[in-house]
């Protein structure tokens, strides 16, 4: 099947794939850290936004539990028959075939997730609003997404900047924002979200381990067309 336009800007090749899951695994315990701290609870009925492979949606089915109900939604059905495949043991999770920009469900959900999905859109504010008026009364809704611009060596180091600079160079080419995550308080408030809270998580990776070449190489290799094409 071949996919559809889409507002991500990465694609969906097997290079990708593995690129999102060596992400997934870098940030997974901050991002189980915000889930619990926006509240999520056993019992919610949760949707995700871009879901992707499903990294997210699964870590939400385990958190509501077998009384919870989970809906992954994304525009790429490759990735949807992987992430499907992976989370058989959650049938409290299901995933849907759509467009974040205007799928809706028929009955209203607890929480809204998006974890690196406003990055990669036009229109994020218009998206928020979108899903807000899916929120039952009291809902919550969670944006998690990248501030590229703090991304840095200690001590400095130049190959590290330059490729820093082409990809967010190709992000910005593209459309994306790569620096978004300093803004979401301000989107959200705009999107008319009440009792708006932002604060930052920063990982570190220590000099040797082998994760933080991978991270960055991968982030080149995947953007590398464009960056070669845009004279990045």
Do not use: C
């Not at 889930?35 to 509501?64: F, K, N, S, W, Y």
């Not at 990055?119 to 944006?143: C, I, N, Q, S």
């Not at 930052?200 to 960056?227: E, F, H, N, S």
């Amino acid at each position: 099947m071949s996919e559809p336009s889409s507002m991500y800007t990465l694609g969906y090749s097997n290079h990708e794939i593995v690129r999102l899951d060596r992400q997934s695994a870098s940030i997974e315990s901050a991002t189980r850290l915000l889930l619990r701290a926006a509240g999520i609870q056993p019992g919610m009925r949760v949707l995700d936004l871009g879901t992707g492979i499903g990294h997210v949606a699964m870590l939400l089915a385990e958190m509501v539990g077998p009384e919870g109900r989970v809906v992954g939604i994304d525009n790429s059905a490759k990735l949807l028959d992987v992430a499907a495949l992976r989370a058989t043991a959650l049938p409290q999770l299901r995933f849907v075939l759509g467009d974040v920009r205007h799928w809706r469900d028929d009955a209203p959900f607890d929480a809204i997730v998006g974890r690196l999905i406003l990055f990669h859109l036009a229109d994020p504010v218009a998206v928020l609003r979108h899903h807000a008026a899916a929120l039952r009364a009291g809902g919550l809704l969670l944006a998690l997404d990248f501030d590229l611009g703090a991304v840095r060596t200690e001590p400095a180091v130049p190959l590290v900047r330059e490729a820093m600079g082409w990809v967010n160079a190709a992000f910005r080419h593209a459309g994306a924002s790569p620096e978004i995550g300093t803004r979401l308080a301000l989107l959200l408030a705009e999107a008319g979200l009440a009792e708006v809270q932002g604060f930052g998580v920063q990982g570190y990776i220590a000099a040797g381990d082998p994760r933080g070449p991978a991270l960055l190489g991968g982030g080149v290799r995947t953007r590398a067309p464009k960056i070669v094409a845009a004279g990045l």
